[in-house]
T-cell receptor, first 115, second 112 residues
Framework: NAGVTQTPKFRILKIGQSMTLQCAQD?????MYWYRQDPGMGLKLIYY???????DKGEVPNGYNVSRSTTEDFPLRLELAAPSQTSVYFC??????????????FGPGTRLLVL | QQPVQSPQAVILREGEDAVINCSSS?????VHWYRQKHGEAPVFLMI?????EQKGHEKISASFNEKKQQSSLYLTASQLSYSGTYFC?????????????FGTGTRLKVLA
């Protein structure tokens, strides 16, 4: 199993540009999450999904959009990039069920720099 | 509101012990602990369940006191490999939705 994969690993955007961060998992997990981590800071939840076709906002959703058309994929769309969106973006997934299944499995992250 | 961890940062010499605390203003039903090394993704260490269970991983153990709404991570005889940032995490709220939040983080540096 590849686990959770993310592409690209690193990207530089100009202010106002748009891009899609890709996330895929091969563990058949229902729940997927997008977090951002600013330098030296903790993880903030952007969006999450509990299954194909179902998404919801987290703590910091402004400036982002998501879609979940399949169980495997959960792309994050940045529209009109701003310097405040410079961060490391992590995708995570977990299976459904009890507390044991709530453990999150993370992808390697995408480093985004907006200039 | 995210759980608050203390201390924010700690520096140890190899072989010393440390305790990291995670306190929530809301009821906790389970707590997960993760370690994140610099430039890498967080990695799951252990889960603590309601009932005061104590779990262990290598020389790292943890406790969970649901009445006090807090969990503590104990690092014994620290090794250089323990350096990193430690996060507690918990479902938020405990039931009804599937959000998940992380604590504020504790940076741990182990020196030779």
């Amino acid at each position: 199993n590849a686990g959770v994969t993310q592409t690209p690993k690193f990207r530089i955007l100009k202010i106002g540009q748009s891009m899609t961060l890709q996330c895929a998992q091969d563990m058949n997990h229902n729940y997927m999450y997008w977090y951002r981590q600013d330098p030296g800071m903790g993880l903030k939840l952007i969006y999450y999904s509990v299954g194909a076709g179902i998404t919801d906002k987290g703590e910091v959703p402004n400036g982002y959009n998501v879609s979940r058309s399949t169980t495997e994929d959960f792309p994050l769309r940045l529209e009109l990039a701003a310097p405040s969106q410079t961060s490391v973006y992590f995708c995570a997934s977990r299976s459904s069920g009890g507390p044991i299944q709530e453990t999150q499995y993370f992808g390697p992250g995408t480093r985004l720099l907006v200039l | 509101q995210q759980p608050v961890q203390s201390p924010q940062a700690v520096i140890l010499r190899e072989g010393e012990d440390a305790v990291i605390n995670c306190s929530s203003s809301k009821a906790l039903y389970s707590v997960h602990w993760y370690r994140q090394k610099h430039g890498e993704a967080p990695v799951f260490l252990m889960i603590l369940l309601k009932g005061g269970e104590q779990k262990g991983h290598e020389k790292i153990s943890a406790s969970f006191n649901e009445k006090k709404q807090q969990s503590s991570l104990y690092l014994t005889a620290s090794q250089l490999s323990y350096s990193g940032t430690y996060f507690c995490g918990t479902p938020e709220p405990p039931s009804g939705t599937y959000k998940y939040i992380f604590g504020t983080g504790t940076r741990l540096k182990v020196l030779a």
